[in-house]
């Protein structure tokens, strides 16, 4: 008992950390000198920094926002014992990533949106749903020419693909309690997309 305590601990400090590396805030203080959170929407996260630096570091950022998402969830599952057969420990560890995006320690509990380290950890835990929900996002986001649109939409038919491919409860849960949090993220940007003021991708 003691054991798995001290392993659920380790998973939930240790992908929460890795999610609060800002990755955009970083980047964008290194190479510009401005502090992101002070620039149009005030997120960290891509969609943030391309309208300081472009569509080039959107992708850059984005990408290592999912790599940090899966990172943590993938060790979890290779090397964490408890609870194996229901998945408990990604979850937890997936949990704590976005989290950690969202809420970093190291911005004062500022942060990003979480959908591209949420996608990732959908993508660690499984890779179909997570392809499957990344191609929603991309046709959605492509067509509409908003990103936030594809982002809601994409995360909120996550609990549904994972349903539909089988996966572990606890997978298909995290999802869903996902969903819900990422799109009260984006609360100020579903008030603009209703009234049509939202952002388009340019």
């Known amino acids: 008992m003691e054991k798995t305590v001290i392993e659920i601990l380790i998973v939930i400090i240790a992908a929460y950390l890795i999610g609060s590396i800002p990755t955009g805030y970083i980047i964008v203080k290194l190479f510009t000198g401005q502090d992101i959170r002070t620039i149009g929407s005030g997120s960290t996260g891509a969609t943030n920094v391309k309208r300081v630096m472009g569509k080039k570091w959107f992708f850059i950022v984005m990408l290592l926002d999912a790599l940090k998402g899966a990172l943590p969830v993938i060790l979890a599952k290779l090397f964490t014992v408890s609870f194996a057969g229901i998945g408990l420990l990604p979850v937890l560890a997936a949990v704590a990533v976005i989290l950690g ?102």
């Not at 509990?109 to 380290?117: D, N, P, Y």
């Not at 959908?122 to 191609?135: S, V």
């Not at 046709?139 to 509409?144: A, D, G, N, R």
């Not at 649109?149 to 309690?177: D, E, H, K, Q, V």
């Open 101 to 202: 995006h969202s809420k970093s320690i190291f911005l004062k509990f500022t942060g990003g949106k979480s959908v591209a380290s949420g996608v990732g950890t959908i993508l660690a835990l499984n890779w179909i749903a997570g392809l499957i929900i990344a191609a929603i996002w991309g046709v959605i986001t492509y067509t509409s020419k908003y990103v936030s649109l594809g982002s809601i939409i994409a995360l909120a038919l996550s609990p549904f693909i994972m349903w539909g491919l089988n996966a572990p409860a606890a997978y298909i849960g995290y999802c869903a309690l996902g969903a819900v949090y990422i799109i009260y993220l984006h609360r100020e940007n579903i008030k603009r997309l209703l009234k049509g003021e939202e952002n388009k991708v340019r």
